[in-house]
């Protein structure tokens, strides 16, 4: 067995292996572990056609659909011609191909397909990916369009199709497939603001749901038409850390059960979960930065509802979990916080036992566009602030002297000093929060160093 790649962007010509004897041949048509070895999508079929036509020159498409398509036939033989249909640069491009017994074609969503019998009882086999919807989205070529000039073997005046098939407009006139969509959920927060500037350019459409559009408490098997989404941004989480410990059931719900809800969807769907996961799933009592390997040890109702929510996001077949810490986007924040202690004459006291590195919420934005683009293998990337770490105290001082004020008026102070005397519950906070990077970078992404995010972040915060 052979693939050969095709101009038509992610289509492939396949090579099948023919067993055959007095008695007739035998080929395996699609066998999942040998055709994904050799590069072939794991595009999960769920439906099996197949169109008999028994005269020779019976011409029939050429229809896109929102579906990727495995096509082959299993007796006679036939020309085909694909035209993409896709938005984009490759859009009205043309591959043919004649397709028998011996080869077979994966189509993928939105390349336009058609064929022409050139035997008598041609039995054209396809197997797709998704089920006809008429809430589809779907786009239809002219045959005998002038722009694509489809050399058919036997001339369309002399072949046999429909007349549907005769009706359908030029290529100036299709209306393209537009690429799968991309859903954030979680749109109203600090890293869904973010990610609505990152993908601002994109070509794929972006929804962004909040937790009005999106129940994730409910059933969300049919709250959208999943097939035509290729990636979920989990953005949204319980984040109140303090206050998981006595609002567990709240905690638990946005951090665990709405993830395994939205990993369900993806799952059955095909689609790529992003989890935005945190340092809180480990203690802090490692002596080295924590690995994605590491196992997991959270010690706080936040830190495990956290660890709940990767473990249900990796049943996703197609998922990213980003591990990350001490976020900082718009609105309220430490950096915020000290900048405007600083210009208001407090001198605080900031803990100086707990080290990591802080994220910007650009710079998570900016690693899991990266991921996507870019088809990183899939599974748990670490993604943070590069650089130095630093405690608290630390980046507290850089803050005040940053904005002109004299760091030494920020007191270090221990944890346990800093709560003490606390009347609320007090979750316990990881010492070590550095996380190591050199998954994420041997996948192509350079984290910004946190302290000069961190200069840039105070003189837009000047400017602004």
């Known amino acids: 067995m052979r693939i050969h790649e095709t101009p038509i962007e992610g289509m492939l010509l396949a090579e099948l292996d023919v067993h055959g004897d007095a008695r007739g041949w035998f080929k395996e048509n699609w066998q999942r572990e ?25 011409t029939r498409g050429i229809h896109a659909e929102p579906w990727d398509k495995w096509v082959s036939v299993a007796t006679g ?32 969503r939105g390349v336009g397909n058609a064929f022409q019998t050139l035997e008598p009882g041609t039995a054209y086999t396809y197997l797709v990916n998704d089920h006809w919807s008429p809430d589809a989205s779907y786009s239809f070529l002219n045959l005998a369009d002038e722009t694509t000039a489809i ?13 549907k098939d005769r009706a359908h407009p030029r290529l100036a006139d299709v209306m393209p497939i537009a690429p799968k969509r991309i859903l954030v959920v979680g ?9 609505r500037e990152e993908f601002a350019g994109s070509d794929a459409p972006i929804e962004f749901a909040t937790r009005e559009d999106l129940d994730l408490t409910g059933d969300i098997a049919g709250a959208r038409r999943w097939r035509d989404y290729g990636a979920i941004v989990n953005a949204g989480a319980y984040t109140a850390v303090d206050r998981a ?3 567990r059931a709240a905690a638990w719900a946005a951090n665990a059960t709405g993830v395994a809800a939205l990993a369900r969807v993806a799952a059955e769907n095909g689609i790529t979960l992003v989890h935005v996961s945190s340092d809180y799933v480990f203690d802090g009592s490692s002596p080295r930065p924590y690995a994605e390997s590491d ?9 495990q509802s956290k660890a709940a929510g990767d473990i249900a996001a990796a049943t996703a077949p ?57 088809h990183a293998p899939f599974g748990v990337y670490n993604l943070t602030g590069s650089g130095e770490p630093r405690s ?16 030494d008026r920020v007191s270090p102070v221990s944890t346990a000093g800093y709560f003490a005397g606390a009347t609320d519950p007090v979750a316990p906070r990881p010492a070590n929060s550095v996380l190591d990077l050199s998954k994420i970078e041997a996948a192509g992404f350079s984290p910004a160093d946190h302290e000069e995010s961190l200069a840039a972040y105070l003189a837009g915060c000047a400017q602004s």
């Open 77 to 108: 033989r036939i020309f085909g011609a694909w035209v993409d249909l896709r938005a984009g640069a490759g859009f009205g491009r043309v591959f043919t191909a004649e397709i028998s017994p011996g080869s077979a074609i994966f189509v993928p």
């Open 392 to 407: 608290w105290c630390e980046i507290a001082r850089r803050v005040f002297e940053l904005t002109g004020h004299a760091p």
């Open 245 to 247: 410990e006595i609002d």
């Open 151 to 163: 050399d058919w073997p036997i001339p369309l005046a002399e072949a046999e199709l429909s007349e």
């Open 187 to 195: 749109a109203n927060g600090q890293l869904g603001r973010a990610l």
């Open 318 to 374: 197609r998922h990213y979990v980003v591990r990350t810490s001490w976020i900082i986007g718009e609105g309220k924040n430490f950096v915020r916080t000290m900048a405007s202690l600083a210009e208001r004459g407090v001198d605080p006291s900031v803990v100086d036992d707990q080290v990591g590195r802080l994220t910007f919420t650009s710079e998570i934005a900016r690693g899991i566009r990266h991921l996507l683009d870019s």
């Open 295 to 303: 196992a997991v040890c959270p010690v706080g109702v936040y830190g």
């Open 34 to 58: 040998k055709m994904t070895a050799l590069g072939l999508p794991d595009f999960g079929p769920v439906q099996n056609n197949i169109s008999f036509n028994g005269a020779v020159g019976t």
